[in-house]
């Protein structure tokens, strides 16, 4: 049946419409105007030097230059971590040669004090094979004004014969802003007498004695002297100076 067609019953006209059919007509001319749109675009866009597949194919050359890079730049990132690694141990390994090279120097050190230790037994440098001290310290004790005193006798090897005696300390100080001299007795706690260290040997003794300073006092000098039955008495003084145990 034709659009609009119509049909006569006496007087009365009675039209039949088709309303679907404008409505695809109008969907039908916007779809052609967007088509149309979008080819003149991309006919405008073609006649400027434009190209779909140029910027594809440009883009994936973007994409893969992109790739690369990332790949690239986890490589370096890789390198430097190890780099560090390899520096950190590096660094490990020459504070291990350094502390090394310390303990043999002390080694080295301690040794050649050895050596003129035992040398000045055999054969003394002034070479008088006499008694002499050869060696004394002042060594920090357990706690406060605790120290102690550490000697070494010695006599030349060409002195075969035990030699004995005894040694007196008296240590020199101020208290009360007043000059003190100290016996031995008056700075040991026990109560045996203590005025004098007792010795005897042939090459050499090592003699230690624990003191306890008096309260107040300040100790400035020791005083030693070695006395012996058949030999002069031998007299040093030593300033009051505290080393670390070796």
């Known amino acids: 049946m034709a659009e609009n067609a119509s049909m006569r019953t006496g007087h009365l006209v009675v039209r039949y ?6 409505r695809t007509f109008a969907v039908g001319m916007v779809l052609g105007l967007i088509v149309l749109v979008f080819g003149v675009f991309e006919w405008g866009r073609y006649s ?13 050359e973007l994409t893969a230059t992109i790739e690369r890079l990332e790949k690239e730049n986890e490589t370096l990132r890789q390198a430097v971590a190890s780099a560090e690694l390899a520096r950190d141990v590096d660094r490990k390994a020459y504070a291990d040669v350094e502390k090394n090279l310390a303990d043999l120097q002390a080694q080295v050190l301690k040794h050649r004090e050895e ?27 357990a706690g406060d004004q605790q120290y102690r005193l550490r000697l070494v006798l010695v006599q030349s090897m060409r ?39 007792p010795f005897k040997f042939r090459y050499f003794q090592n003699i230690e004695q624990d003191i306890v300073l008096p309260s107040g006092f300040e100790p400035r000098a020791v005083n030693i002297e070695v006395r012996t039955a058949k030999l002069a008495p031998v007299r040093e003084s030593y300033p009051w100076q505290v080393q670390s145990e070796s």
């Open 17 to 22: 419409h088709a309303p679907w059919r404008r």
């Open 48 to 60: 400027s030097g434009f190209s779909k597949v140029a910027e594809m194919q440009h883009r994936g």
């Open 115 to 141: 050596l003129t230790f035992y040398r000045g037994i055999v054969s003394p440098e002034d070479g008088i094979g006499g008694l002499r001290i050869q060696r004394f310290q002042i060594l920090p004790g």
């Open 159 to 197: 002195q075969d014969a035990f030699v004995s005696g005894s040694v007196n300390v008296e240590i020199e100080g101020v208290q009360d802003n007043k000059p003190l001299q100290l016996a031995l007795s008056q700075a040991v706690r026990e109560a045996n007498d203590h005025s004098q260290l």
